[in-house]
């Protein structure tokens, strides 16, 4: 079975600072993808970045890069120069690629960017 | 181009009662699935429609059903509410290609309120 675990309830971080929000997943699975999604206040799941399993180099969008350890089974999200639109909620979430639709997510990690 | 489209933005239901959520998709993509986001929690899978049917099921009882249209837009009902019902359903769109869904992007979700 699919799992995701985020340990991280809550981060303060200073504005510029950087900031990693740690993500481990379990599957048995060889190929899978990890996602990262970001929700503001609104509600809104908003898409920051995407590794596949079989990806050799750790995916980067803008400020956002996916630390991806394998072996580990983690996939941490690096965000750089952090902003204080950067406060939300981050969930981590995993699908298996092959006939499995569903993305399973963990219970989040509530940033707050201090000025 | 408009995103995913979700109505009502609020909603408050009795205990028993029925209610329908809609979902418009992205432009472009054919593929809907939803999930229920319970307070403080991540989003949970219920279920995903594609071509009008449903194509893959989270662990949800039959009390939740869908229906997707000709023009892709989709349905969700709960018949028989309870008070655990209470939350916020995501719906995301995606494009299926080679029966694999790709770029999915979520609506900012209805907040269903059962008292």
């Known amino acids: 079975a699919q799992k995701i675990t985020q340990t991280q309830p809550g981060m303060f971080v200073q504005e510029k600072e950087a900031v990693t929000l740690d993500c481990t997943y379990d599957?048995?699975?060889?190929?899978?993808?990890l996602f990262w999604y970001k929700q503001p206040s609104s509600g809104e799941m908003i898409f920051l970045i995407y590794q596949g399993s079989y990806d050799e180099q750790n995916a980067t969008e803008g400020r956002y890069s996916l630390n991806f350890q394998k072996a580990r089974k983690s996939a941490n999200l690096v965000i750089s120069a952090s902003q204080l639109g950067d406060s939300a909620m981050y969930f981590c979430?995993?699908?298996?690629?092959?006939?499995?639709?569903?993305?399973?997510f963990g219970t989040g990690t509530r940033l707050t960017i201090i000025p | 181009d408009a995103g995913v489209t979700q109505s009502p933005t609020h909603l408050i239901k009795t205990r028993g009662q029925q209610v329908t959520l809609r979902c418009s998709p992205k432009s472009g993509h054919d593929t809907v699935s939803w999930y229920q986001q319970a307070l403080g929690q991540g989003p949970q899978f219920i279920f995903q429609y594609y071509e009008e049917e449903e194509r893959q099921r989270g662990n949800f009882p039959d009390r939740f059903s869908g229906h997707q249209f000709p023009n892709y837009s989709s349905e969700l009902n709960v018949n028989a509410l309870l008070l655990g019902d209470s939350a916020l359903y995501l719906c995301a769109s995606s494009l299926a290609r080679q029966g694999v869904s790709y770029g999915y992007t979520f609506g900012s979700g209805t907040r269903l309120t059962v008292v």
């Open positions: 599957t048995s699975d060889q190929s899978y993808g």
């Open positions: 979430a995993m699908r298996e690629n092959f006939g499995n639709e569903k993305l399973t």
